[in-house]
């Protein structure tokens, strides 16, 4: 039997947040989750978006919407949102680290650093270290990263994290998107080592319709890529079906940390949540030691821990 959102176990009297809640797979999480009784932290690059997507939402919402604004291209408007969750919230279930932007020319974060590094992996790395103490509070609680196939083609490139020898935009997205995946793996291996009842686990929607790829081609202005997505639409599933295996890994009993889920259809591109191969640039601990590292130091001056 395949997993569906009718498998998402009541999640009454919890809390989440969810990063880049107002569109695509975010919606649709938040959307699932706050209908199973779940309060959710709607976080979104603005004020305005997270209320939009509250107003969206309102209407099934079983459990209080938290509208919460985190531009995750920049330190401070993370630090800020930490605090804020902190002051309204005791204690944390679920963080969903889904925002992500894909391939756009070269641009910086507040802090100069590459956009994908710095929303995709940094943002959330630093997100996630804020958030832990709260995530402590709750036997059971999780922290589902959300990667992308693109992983599998991903490489860290330790000598120019930030592409500033040589920029290639989707080289670049591969590499956050690999870093992901690595970092799910890196925290969960120190949550076990300091006897956290927190997991942390991992996953990729395949391939789902959001505005992930007409952002991409409008922010490069590749006609060629516009067509070649309308080329491909049949390999793309709904934005709710993509949904289900970042919601597999946040409520499923039987979901693990250390494995990689995906959709089970061929290639992985669509289905029902299924486990994935994991890419094996992962399962290298020294370069997931050495990404922490260099990770951390890059937060720790903006958070100030
Ligand atoms: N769709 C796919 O086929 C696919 C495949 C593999 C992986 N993924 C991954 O799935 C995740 C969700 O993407 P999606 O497909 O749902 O795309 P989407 O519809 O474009 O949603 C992306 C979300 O991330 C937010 N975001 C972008 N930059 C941000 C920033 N600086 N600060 C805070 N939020 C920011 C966006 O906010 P705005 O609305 O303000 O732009 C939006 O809410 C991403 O991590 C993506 O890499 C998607």
């Not at 494995?259 to 089970?264: L, N, Q």
Request: aromatic residues 6%; charged residues 20%.
């Amino acid at each position: 039997m395949p997993w569906t959102a009718s498998d998402i176990p009541d999640q009454s009297g919890r809390t989440a947040l969810i990063t880049g809640a107002n569109s695509g797979l975010g919606l649709e999480t938040a959307r699932e989750l706050t209908q199973k009784g779940a309060r959710v932290f709607l976080a979104c690059r603005s004020l305005e978006k997270a209320k939009a997507a509250q107003a969206t939402l309102a209407a099934t919402a079983q459990a209080e919407l938290i509208p919460l604004a985190l531009d995750l291209a920049d330190l401070n408007s993370v630090r800020r949102a930490i605090d804020q969750v902190r002051a309204k919230a005791q204690a944390l279930d679920l963080l969903i680290n889904n925002a992500g932007v894909m391939a756009p020319p070269r641009q910086l974060s507040a802090q100069g650093l590459e956009l994908q590094f710095a929303v995709n992996h940094l943002g959330h790395f630093a997100l996630t270290q804020g958030l832990l103490p709260l995530l402590d509070q709750r036997s059971g609680s999780r922290v589902v990263h959300v990667s992308s196939g693109a992983a599998y083609f991903g490489r860290i490139a330790f000598a120019d994290l930030q592409g500033e020898q040589r920029y290639d935009a989707w080289g670049a997205y591969a590499q956050s998107k690999l870093a992901n995946l690595m970092t799910a793996f890196a925290l969960q291996e120190q949550l076990q080592r300091r006897g956290s009842k927190t997991q942390s686990l991992v996953a990729h929607p395949g391939l789902a319709r959001t505005n992930l790829q007409p952002t991409s081609v409008a922010a490069r202005g590749s006609r060629l890529e516009g067509l070649a997505y309308r080329l491909m639409d049949p390999l793309f599933q709904s934005a709710a079906m993509g949904a289900l295996p970042q919601l597999y890994a946040a409520t499923a009993a039987e979901a693990e940390p250390m494995a990689f889920y995906g959709p089970g259809g061929a290639g992985n591109l669509k289905g029902y949540p299924s486990r994935c191969r994991i890419a094996k640039q992962a399962l290298n601990t020294e370069s997931r030691e050495r990404l922490w590292q260099i990770s951390a130091e890059l937060s720790e001056a903006a958070l100030g821990n």
